[in-house]
Every structure is written in structure tokens, then in C-alpha cells.
């Protein structure tokens, strides 16, 4: 275990370093979360298709988790179950667009993780820095249960559990408890648990729970372990993954349609229907769960005793429980949605719930089609000071208030851009496919070869792996 | 699919042209006995330990199968369900002894597979070659199943079904059907199917069974597949083996001591009992057997309903059914000993079971202890044909026949050789092991780690497996 040690401390070094404008020490928040003895006890795979370039790298590392799909390098770091997607990766030849000017990529992109620690972690999609469009980099950075890191190269960062940096390239951050932040570029910025944050050049939005909520749902300090509804709900259903990561093989134990990808790294029970065109990523779980054509579940989302009628978009880490939503609702990252057995919440078509909301019904609620949502609603009072119809907030020019949610600027550039991007994600994901054009992740993502990699089990080297490299 | 073709043509036209003296074309032998569709199917895996150097190479090649401990590089070769083990090889720093002189071995030694087409085939210890002492070479070869190639490197060769080379280099040789060769080294020969042939400075001890014999147990031609009891035998257990590659971890189903190395990928059934100091390697079967201190059983070895006192050695593809076998018996490769429930067959103590032997009884038989056998034997008047006292064996200097057995040299010479072979074995294996010292493969194959990888699922690569480098 020495190396592992000296590997978990060299990590602990260099972003409490980076992070000493804010007097920050990882060190707590690290060994309490995982203790080292974990990181022997778990694998980490690898997946290789023809579709994707291929080139793993992985060196002095401490590995469980999964890597596929695309080009990855992985030096001196410690992943731990955590999901690196790179099937959003650029490709050499592309051109990247960004403030009116094109890029050219000359080289495949790579993500590289270096020196850093992340815990149940997903990094997804590919750099939105357009200053290093080849290299999605995660540098000297500390990340703890469920966050996400999207599109987001960093360096020196602390993201809390729960959180989710989104487009947006951090220097020095440290983005707290169940954070959502889309702002483009911080640096050396501290951001408050439970804030909400999407800014643009042409707006801002911004909302933060009370202490009251995070203090329910997600809440975590230095000495303690990350508690709350959300993890007590992660948790309870972590021994059904076991079972998955068992096996060698698992053949899908309902029919899935030729158009559509049932990850096998997923949990799949009772009465589940897989509609054409549908995704479900690794680590999804769906229980009792219909998902009409083009729906997509991605990490780590819960679908359970729910109805998605088509083309609806379950971000990484979403939770919709005894619900029925309509055609092309967008769930946003971390988002926790729950109905009642007696009263599912009912979403209409073509709503979009913001990230990190959560919904958690104590009466009957139906949130209208064409609604944003945002914030805490667990009753139709809460839903006033929480929602605006689409129409509505497109004519915002300026300044506008509701509740404790400050929007600044174009709402109809806002709403443009979520549009925008819920249509990039569905033609991305395989939804419009036609049986020969729009092929997506639900087509190309149905025949992974997954290869499996293990670390040292005794003596100095015990919990690191060994170093890797595969190629074509 | 189309690489595959081209690399499987690219192996039979090399070989050929090795063996275009005998006017060989293995072509129809090899695409008889596994489609490339069965070559998709299966997984590679590869352990990892902190005792044994650490370096894989695997390029351009389909590799189902194992390569573990040591070095191992594969290259634009075919291994399907072989067994690549190197826990025996030389390492940087050992002197190695030939022909009275003393050899430095100056770096760790590779298992060099190259161009190669090996089927169900078991490559162990280390190059007996003494003019390459760091290179374990088998090239432009193609190996039929359950063939052992045992410290014997290798090129321009066919070696039939159950087929033996031991401590013998080979060049442009054809190794007939259950054929066994410890011959030191061969150039452009032709051995046939069923000889067993142990040849050095000091002795000559030549056997063949008789055609009848080999019809029934075990034959083969270009247009079929091998058959015969032997490979009806391995085929009615194949689906054992099943459950113990679908998983990913496996327990041990039942107590093994902290002295002894169960391989999780052995099977175990019924009433089975592991001693102190025992090594069951990968694909070991195991059904109510009671396995003594100090008791080994190999790669392809099955166990069923027999009893080993203890030190008895069950070399690779060796099958012991309903017998007992008193201390220190030595079971050669290949060898099939079959007694009956109602009179199980019984060995005595330190007697010699001659790789390749075949004892199916038909009346109730005792091997005494100290004696050697070979051949096949069904009842107490071929065993007189075919087995003498090694203190008989010792005297003999010269020329000695016994049935179709032909002997020549020194008898106390090969009795010697035999039994330093057989403490080596046992030394090597762990058999000794005190706690302290003598460690072996029983305590030092205890805490693998194995990682698996997969072939491409799907296009112009389907079959082929990524090229993957793997270090410390």
C-alpha cells in the first residue's frame, strides 16, 4: 500500500497548493469519503469499439471505474468508480466553432486526468476551452461523490459532492455541495453549496437553495461522510450494480430493439420497456421504467415506476421516481424528481426541468408543458415561485425576479440556447435515427467490447495498476 | 472479419512453407477444428502478481485465452483457450546450467509468440534451448488441442492433438497425434502419432501404441475433427468450465489452507479436500478429490473420485478417475488412469505414471510402488508388459526390451533423471513449503490478478484484439 499512500498524499499536495488562497485542506474530505483499503477491492474496464479512435495511457494510477470510448490518459491519479466517457471527444479534421471563429482540430482530442482524485465522479463530452480544443484536461483536482465534470477542463479545483461544472473551464475553484455552474470561464472563485448558476454573454441565471433543503436532500463537511436524501437513495440501491459488475458477460434480460443501447453495465428490473432509438448508459438503473422512442437515461439516472413518452432527456445523474413525462422534457443534471405511488408527478411535453432541481411531491402537481422549473417544489405553491412558462421568460429583456431566482439579460436567447442544446443532445444520442441517417450513441454504443483491468493485490505496489497502454 | 482471414492465411502460408519438405498444408486441420466465428467469442486474460516480472506485449493478434506472470509478447498470432503460463521463466541475474557450463542469464526472459496459430495449447516452463536462454520462441507454429509445449521453443512446426514436446527444440518438425518428445532438439523430422520417445546423452526410451489403441482414444485426420475417448472426455466437462470464466470474482467454494493456491479459473465439485501445500492451476477440475500436502494438479488435469496421499504430481493434462495414489506418484503429461467405482485403480508410492500412459481398466488392478508404466493398460497382463521396478529399471545398462518397448543405455541414468525431475517439480510447485521457506507456486500463485481484454465486436477488426503494452 506504500505507493498508493505517497500517490493519495502527492494528490492531496498539489491541489491544497492550488488551492491555498482559500485555505482549503482536501485531506479530510478525501479520507473520509474512501478509505485506501477501497481502492483494492474494485476493477476498472475499458470499452473499445470500431467507432471510436482508440488509445488508453494509463500510469501509476489507481483505477476503479471505467474508460472507454475515445482517447485516454490517465498519469498518476486516483478514479474511483468513477465514468469516463469520451464519445463526444473531437475527432482530428473537425472544425470547432467558437465566438464566430472555427478552429481546425489537427489531432484526435484526448481527455488527461493528472494528479488528481476523482470519487464516483462522470467526465463527459469533450473541452469547451477553446484555447486547447485537443486535450480535455483535469489537472491537481479533488472531486467527490456524484459530481459531474462536463465539457470542463480544470486545474486546481475542489467540487463537492453532488456538484456539476458544465462547459465551463475552472483555474483554482472550489465549487460547493450540489453547485451547478455553466458560466464559461472562473478563476480562483469560491461558489456556495446548492447555488445554480448559468451565465452566458447574453444572460444569468442564478438561484440558491435554502440551507433548510441542502440541509435535507445533500449536505457534507470536512469530518463527515456526504448525507441527505440523495445519498441515502444512491446508496440503498448500490448492492443492485453489484450483481452487474459481476459478471463477464450479461445478455439483457428484456428485448431491446436493433435501433437502441441497453449499456450492460445498467441495472434493469421489473416491468421496463425499451422503446427505438433509446439509450441507457452505464451505471443507469431503470425499475419499472417505459421509455418511448428517442428517450435517453445517461449515468448514473434512476428511472423507477415512471413513464418518458419519447425523445426525453435524462442528464447524467437525474432521478425521476412515479412520474409521466410528456415528449421531450429535459431533466437536468442531478435533478431529483419524485411523485407519489397515489400521485405521480405529471411533466407536460417539451418542459425543462433545470439542473440539480428538486421536486418531491407532498400533494398532486402537474407541471404544464412548455414550463422552466427550477429550485425546491414539493407542493403547487412552491411551483408558482418556481416555474415560468417558456413564452413568458423568452420576453424578458433585462432584469427579472421570482422568488429567490435573479435572471438577467435575453430570456429568448436563454431559452434559444437550451433548445438548442436539448437538439443537440437527442441528434447526439441517436434519437432521430432513421434506420440509416442520424446515427447516434444509441447505434454506436450497442457492440462495446469491455476489457478489464485489475490493481496489484500484495506487497509495495497493492491498490496501484499497472501501467497500460492500448492501442488499435 | 477480414483481418482475422488474412491473419489466420498469413500463419498457414508460414508454416507451410516451413513444412513444404513433408508436403504438409495444415490449412484444412486448422479451419476444421475452430471457425474464426468461435474466435469472437471468447475472452483473453492476463495475471498480474508483485512476484513475478511484469511486461504483456500483445499485437495484431486473437488471443482467447491466458498469459500470465512473466513476459509475455504476442505477435500477428492466434491463440484460441490456450494457456500461456510463465511462472518459470529465467530472470535477469540466474546462471543457467548446460552441458557443464554455467550460463548468465543478463536479462529477464520472454515467452516470444510469433505467426503462430496455438489451439487449447498449454506453453509452460522455460526455453530449454540453451543457445537462446533468453528468449522462449514458438514460431511460424500451429498447435492442435490439449497439444503441451513445455520449455521446448519452437519454429516452422504442426503438432497434432495431445501431443507433447518437453525440454526439446524444434525446427520444421511435424509432432504426430499423442505423441511425446523429450529429445533434446530435432531438425526436419516427421514423428508419428503415439510414440513416446525420451532420448539424451545417456539413455533412449522408445514406445508406440498400437493403431487400434490410438483409434479408440484418440485420432485425427485433415478432414475431421480429434476424437476419441480422450476428447470426449474433455468435452463432456467443457460447460463445468462456463461459470468459472462468466465471472468477474470467485470465491473459493470451499476452505483452502493459507499454504495452497486454488486458481479461480479450476472447477471444483462434490466432496473435495485441499491439503497444506497444494497448487491447483488454471483450468484444473477437480470432483470429489482428496488432494494430500504437497499435492499439484496442472493446467487441463482433472481429478475425479480419487484419493492423493500427498507430493504426488499430476503434470499438465493429466486425468486421474476413481483412483488412489499413494505419496509422491509421479502422473505424466496427457496421461489417462480410468478405474472403476467398484475397483478403483490403485497406485503405490514414488511410482512413475510415463507421460502419455493410458490405464482403462477392465479388472482390478494395483500398480506396487517404485515402478514405472507406460502404454496402455487394461487388465494385470498388459501391466506386466508394460512397467518394471525402478530398481529393476537402475540395473539395466544396455539394450532392453519389454513388449514394444525399447530401451537403451543407462537405466539408473533415466531412473535418476526422472526422480531429480520429479524434486524439482515438487520444489517448484511448493510442495516443501514450511512456513518460511520453499516457497513455491502454491503460495506465490495465490494473489493473482487478472485482467481481461476482448476482440473488436464488429467491422474490418472483428476478432482481432487491440494492441495493448502493459508494464509495472
Same mark, same amino acid.
Given at each position: 500500500?506504500?505507493?498508493?499512500?505517497?500517490?493519495?498524499?502527492?494528490?492531496?499536495?498539489?491541489?491544497?497548493?492550488?488551492?491555498?488562497?482559500?485555505?482549503?485542506?482536501?485531506?479530510?474530505?478525501?479520507?473520509?469519503?474512501?478509505?485506501?483499503?477501497?481502492?483494492?477491492?474494485?476493477?476498472?474496464?475499458?470499452?473499445?469499439?470500431?467507432?471510436?479512435?482508440?488509445?488508453?495511457?494509463?500510469?501509476?494510477?489507481?483505477?476503479?471505474?471505467?474508460?472507454?470510448?475515445?482517447?485516454?490518459?490517465?498519469?498518476?491519479?486516483?478514479?474511483?468508480?468513477?465514468?469516463?466517457?469520451?464519445? +463526444?471527444?473531437?475527432?482530428?479534421?473537425?472544425?470547432?466553432?467558437?465566438?464566430?471563429?472555427?478552429?481546425?482540430?489537427?489531432?484526435?482530442?484526448?481527455?488527461?486526468?493528472?494528479?488528481?482524485?476523482?470519487?464516483?465522479?462522470?467526465?463527459?463530452?469533450?473541452?469547451?476551452?477553446?484555447?486547447?480544443?485537443? &486535450?480535455?484536461?483535469?489537472?491537481?483536482?479533488?472531486?467527490?461523490?456524484?459530481? !459531474?465534470?462536463?465539457?470542463?477542463?480544470?486545474?486546481?479545483?475542489?467540487?463537492?459532492?453532488?456538484?456539476?461544472?458544465?462547459?465551463?473551464?475552472?483555474?483554482?475553484?472550489?465549487?460547493?455541495?450540489?453547485?451547478?455552474?455553466?458560466?464559461?470561464?472562473?478563476?480562483?472563485? #469560491?461558489?456556495?453549496?446548492?447555488?445554480?448558476?448559468?451565465?452566458?454573454?447574453?444572460?444569468?441565471?442564478?438561484?440558491?437553495?435554502?440551507?433548510?433543503?441542502?440541509?435535507?436532500?445533500?449536505?457534507?463537511?470536512?469530518?463527515?461522510?456526504?448525507?441527505?436524501?440523495?445519498?441515502?437513495?444512491?446508496?440503498?440501491?448500490?448492492?443492485?450494480?453489484?450483481?452487474?459488475?459481476?459478471?463477464?458477460?450479461?445478455?439483457?434480460?428484456?428485448?431491446?430493439?436493433?435501433?437502441?443501447?441497453?449499456?450492460?453495465?445498467?441495472?434493469?428490473?421489473?416491468?421496463?420497456?425499451?422503446?427505438?432509438?433509446?439509450?441507457?448508459?452505464?451505471?443507469?438503473?431503470?425499475?419499472?421504467?417505459?421509455?418511448?422512442?428517442?428517450?435517453?437515461?445517461?449515468?448514473?439516472?434512476?428511472?423507477?415506476?415512471?413513464?418518458?413518452?419519447? !425523445?426525453?432527456?435524462?442528464?447524467?445523474?437525474?432521478?425521476?421516481?412515479?412520474? #409521466?413525462?410528456?415528449?421531450?422534457?429535459?431533466?437536468?443534471?442531478?435533478?431529483?424528481?419524485?411523485?407519489?405511488?397515489?400521485?405521480?408527478?405529471?411533466?407536460?411535453?417539451?418542459?425543462?426541468?433545470?439542473?440539480?432541481?428538486?421536486?418531491?411531491?407532498? +400533494?398532486?402537481?402537474?407541471?404544464?408543458?412548455?414550463?422552466?422549473?427550477?429550485?425546491?417544489?414539493?407542493?403547487?405553491?412552491?411551483?408558482?415561485?418556481?416555474?415560468?412558462?417558456?413564452?413568458?421568460?423568452?420576453?424578458?429583456?433585462?432584469?427579472?425576479?421570482?422568488?429567490?431566482?435573479?435572471?438577467?439579460?435575453?430570456?429568448?436567447?436563454?431559452?434559444?440556447?437550451?433548445?438548442?442544446?436539448?437538439?443537440?443532445?437527442? &441528434?447526439? !444520442?441517436?434519437?432521430?435515427?432513421?434506420?440509416?441517417?442520424?446515427?447516434?450513441?444509441?447505434?454506436?454504443?450497442?457492440?462495446?467490447?469491455?476489457?478489464?483491468?485489475?490493481?496489484?493485490?500484495?506487497?509495495?505496489?497493492?491498490?496501484?495498476?499497472?501501467?497500460?497502454?492500448?492501442?488499435?
Amino acid at each position: 500500500m506504500k505507493q498508493l499512500e505517497k500517490l493519495s498524499d502527492r494528490i492531496i499536495n498539489r491541489v491544497n497548493i492550488n488551492l491555498r488562497g482559500f485555505e482549503l485542506d482536501v485531506t479530510p474530505f478525501i479520507k473520509k469519503t474512501v478509505p485506501l483499503t477501497q481502492l483494492v477491492k474494485f476493477y476498472a474496464f475499458y470499452g473499445v469499439t470500431s467507432h471510436h479512435p482508440l488509445h488508453f495511457n494509463f500510469t501509476h494510477s489507481s483505477l476503479a471505474g471505467s474508460y472507454f470510448l475515445g482517447k485516454c490518459k490517465i498519469d498518476r491519479s486516483v478514479l474511483y468508480k468513477s465514468d469516463i466517457r469520451g464519445d +463526444e471527444l473531437k475527432r482530428k479534421g473537425d472544425l470547432c466553432h467558437s465566438h464566430d471563429s472555427a478552429i481546425p482540430i489537427d489531432e484526435d482530442e484526448v481527455i488527461r486526468i493528472k494528479d488528481s482524485y476523482l470519487i464516483k465522479t462522470l467526465v463527459h463530452n469533450y473541452s469547451h476551452d477553446p484555447e486547447n480544443p485537443e &486535450e480535455f484536461l483535469i489537472r491537481n483536482t479533488v472531486s467527490l461523490p456524484y459530481a !459531474n465534470i462536463h465539457g470542463a477542463p480544470m486545474e486546481g479545483c475542489f467540487l463537492g459532492p453532488f456538484s456539476t461544472v458544465d462547459l465551463t473551464t475552472l483555474h483554482g475553484c472550489i465549487i460547493g455541495t450540489f453547485t451547478y455552474v455553466q458560466v464559461g470561464e472562473l478563476f480562483h472563485h #469560491r461558489i456556495d453549496p446548492g447555488r445554480v448558476w448559468i451565465r452566458s454573454d447574453e444572460f444569468d441565471f442564478n438561484y440558491s437553495f435554502d440551507q433548510e433543503v441542502l440541509d435535507h436532500y445533500i449536505s457534507f463537511d470536512a469530518d463527515k461522510v456526504p448525507r441527505g436524501v440523495l445519498m441515502d437513495f444512491v446508496e440503498d440501491r448500490k448492492i443492485d450494480f453489484e450483481s452487474v459488475f459481476d459478471v463477464v458477460h450479461l445478455e439483457p434480460s428484456i428485448s431491446v430493439p436493433d435501433s437502441s443501447a441497453l449499456n450492460r453495465y445498467s441495472v434493469v428490473k421489473g416491468d421496463t420497456h425499451i422503446g427505438e432509438n433509446v439509450l441507457v448508459a452505464q451505471r443507469g438503473y431503470l425499475e419499472n421504467a417505459w421509455l418511448g422512442t428517442g428517450a435517453n437515461v445517461q449515468e448514473s439516472s434512476y428511472i423507477i415506476n415512471s413513464r418518458l413518452e419519447g !425523445n426525453d432527456i435524462t442528464a447524467h445523474g437525474g432521478k425521476i421516481i412515479n412520474a #409521466r413525462l410528456g415528449k421531450k422534457v429535459f431533466v437536468g443534471f442531478n435533478a431529483f424528481l419524485q411523485g407519489k405511488m397515489d400521485y405521480p408527478l405529471v411533466i407536460g411535453e417539451e418542459s425543462i426541468i433545470m439542473p440539480h432541481t428538486i421536486i418531491d411531491l407532498e +400533494e398532486s402537481l402537474e407541471i404544464p408543458s412548455g414550463h422552466m422549473v427550477w429550485g425546491c417544489i414539493r407542493n403547487r405553491e412552491d411551483l408558482k415561485k418556481h416555474s415560468i412558462s417558456l413564452k413568458e421568460l423568452s420576453q424578458i429583456e433585462g432584469q427579472f425576479t421570482l422568488g429567490s431566482m435573479r435572471f438577467q439579460g435575453s430570456g429568448s436567447n436563454f431559452v434559444q440556447a437550451f433548445q438548442e442544446r436539448i437538439e443537440h443532445i437527442l &441528434e447526439a !444520442n441517436g434519437a432521430y435515427y432513421d434506420g440509416e441517417k442520424h446515427r447516434g450513441h444509441a447505434q454506436e454504443g450497442q457492440t462495446i467490447s469491455y476489457n478489464t483491468i485489475q490493481p496489484y493485490l500484495t506487497g509495495d505496489l497493492k491498490g496501484i495498476y499497472p501501467c497500460i497502454d492500448i492501442k488499435p
